[in-house]
C-alpha cells in the first residue's frame, strides 16, 4: 500500500508546505490552551448533551476534568495557561514578535498537513476537534514565540547547514502531490467504482468529499477507509511504484485515474500481515486532491522542520525545560483557587531550588556535584537576546 511506498514521510509533518508542525510536539502539551477552547467565554450552565431529557453541562465536565487523574490533569492545564502568558510577557520585553504574514503562511502548511492527515478540509477538522481557527492561530503564535525565544540564529543556522541531506529528501522541498485512493479485488471492480466516482463528477471533477465517501464502504486498506481514502503525501521520485508516480503527477485535481494493479493492503495497526502465498491482484482507483510545487531548500522555507528537530533533540529538550523553569521562578504567581494551592507551592521549591544554585555557584561556595559519567551538563539558561 502508499503507505510502505512513501519511504521516508509516513504522514510526518514537512516544514515550508506543512508549516505547523509543533501541533504534534510535546512543545505544544506544555503552551497549548485547554482542549475545550478556553477563552471563547461560554457560560458555565451550556448544555452539551442530554441524556433522556437529562442535561450534562460544560460546568458538570469542567468539574469532572478537574478531579481527573486525581486532579493532576487540571493543574498541568493551568500551568500550561500560566506559562503561555509567561511567555507572551517575555517575547514583548525582549521585543519578539510573531507577525500576520507569518502566522498566514504556518496556517497555509498546517490546512495542507490536515487534509494529507485526516482526509478532511481544515473547517471539518476544526468542528471534529472542537476548536476556532483563532484557537488555532493563538496556539501556534505561542509556540513560534517560544522556538524563537529559546532558539538563537546561530543554532537554527548550524541546524540548518547540519541536515542538507535530511533537508532534501522531504516532500515539501519537491514536487509532491496529496492524493486519494480506492482498493478493491479486482479490476472489474475498479471499473465499477471508477464509474460511481464518474457519476458524481462535475465538469470532469470529483470533490474530495464525493470520493471519500465512496471510498469509506469501497476501499480494502482499513487505515486509509477511515481517512475517506485519503492515501497522504508522496514526493516526486518517492512513490516506490512508477506506474502510480507517473499517473500520480498527470492527473489534475480532481480527475480520476483508470485502474492501476496494487500491492495488498497493510493490515491494521498491531496485526500481522496474511500468511496467504499467492494474493490476488488488487487494484486502486486514484484522485490527487492537491499539486504542490517544490520549495527552495533554504532555512527560511525549512524554519518549521528545523524549529521540530531541534526540540525532539534532547540537548534543546533539557533546554527548553530549563527556560520553562527559569520563566517559572523569576515570576511573581498567585494561585487563588484552593484547589490548585499544590501548584503554586511547586512553584515556590522551584524558586528556593534555583535560589540554592545560584548561591552555591558564588566564589567561595562548594562547587555543585558533576553530572553522572556520560551525562552532560545541564545547558545554562538562554540568553537574553533573540
Given amino acids: 500500500m502508499p503507505g510502505r511506498e512513501r519511504k521516508g514521510f509516513a504522514m510526518r509533518v514537512p516544514a515550508a508546505s506543512l508549516r505547523s508542525t509543533r501541533l504534534l510536539l510535546a512543545l505544544i502539551t506544555i503552551v497549548a490552551l485547554a482542549a475545550s477552547g478556553c477563552g471563547r467565554g461560554k457560560k458555565t450552565s451550556d448544555v452539551l448533551a442530554r441524556v433522556n431529557g437529562q442535561a450534562v453541562t460544560k460546568a458538570e465536565l469542567d468539574a469532572a476534568l478537574e478531579t481527573s487523574d486525581n486532579g493532576d490533569a487540571a493543574k498541568r492545564t493551568l500551568d500550561s495557561l500560566i506559562v503561555r502568558e509567561l511567555i507572551r510577557e517575555e517575547a514583548k520585553k525582549r521585543g519578539i514578535t510573531v507577525g500576520k504574514e507569518e502566522l498566514d503562511r504556518r496556517m497555509s502548511g498546517l490546512k495542507d498537513y490536515v487534509l494529507a492527515m485526516t482526509g478532511k478540509d481544515f473547517q471539518g477538522w476544526l468542528a471534529d476537534t472542537g476548536q476556532t481557527e483563532d484557537d488555532v492561530r493563538t496556539r501556534m503564535s505561542i509556540q513560534v514565540l517560544t522556538a524563537k525565544l529559546v532558539l538563537t540564529d546561530t543554532d ?231
Fill in 156 to 386: 537554527r543556522k548550524k541546524y540548518f547547514e547540519d541536515n542538507q541531506s535530511r533537508l532534501k529528501d522531504m516532500p515539501h522541498n519537491n514536487e509532491s502531490v496529496i492524493y486519494r485512493e480506492i482498493v478493491v479485488a479486482s479490476q472489474q471492480e475498479a471499473e465499477a467504482v471508477r464509474k460511481d466516482l464518474l457519476g458524481q463528477a462535475a465538469q470532469g471533477k470529483v470533490s474530495g468529499a464525493a470520493f471519500g465517501k465512496i471510498a469509506e464502504q469501497r476501499t480494502l486498506d482499513p487505515n486509509e477507509r477511515r481517512r475517506g481514502g485519503m492515501a497522504g503525501w508522496v514526493a516526486k521520485g518517492k512513490a516506490g511504484n512508477p506506474k502510480l508516480e507517473e499517473v500520480l503527477f498527470k492527473l489534475q485535481p480532481g480527475e480520476i485515474s483508470e485502474p492501476i494493479p496494487a500491492p495488498p493492503p497493510a493490515p491494521p495497526a498491531g496485526q500481522k500481515p496474511s500468511a496467504t502465498p499467492q494474493q490476488p491482484t488488487l487494484y486502486r482507483v486514484v484522485m490527487v486532491e492537491k499539486h504542490l510545487k517544490p520549495g527552495s531548500l533554504t532555512l527560511e522555507n525549512n524554519e518549521d522542520i528545523i524549529e521540530e528537530w531541534m526540540m525532539s533533540d534532547p540537548r534543546y529538550q533539557a533546554q527548553l525545560g530549563e527556560f520553562f523553569n527559569n520563566l517559572r521562578a523569576k515570576a511573581s504567581i498567585e494561585i487563588t483557587d484552593p484547589r490548585f494551592h499544590s501548584l503554586e507551592e511547586a512553584y515556590a521549591q522551584g524558586r528556593e531550588a534555583r535560589e540554592k544554585q545560584r548561591s552555591m555557584s558564588q566564589p567561595g561556595a562548594m562547587a555543585p556535584a558533576m553530572p553522572p559519567s556520560g551525562q552532560a551538563p545541564a545547558p545554562a539558561a538562554p540568553p537574553t537576546g533573540k
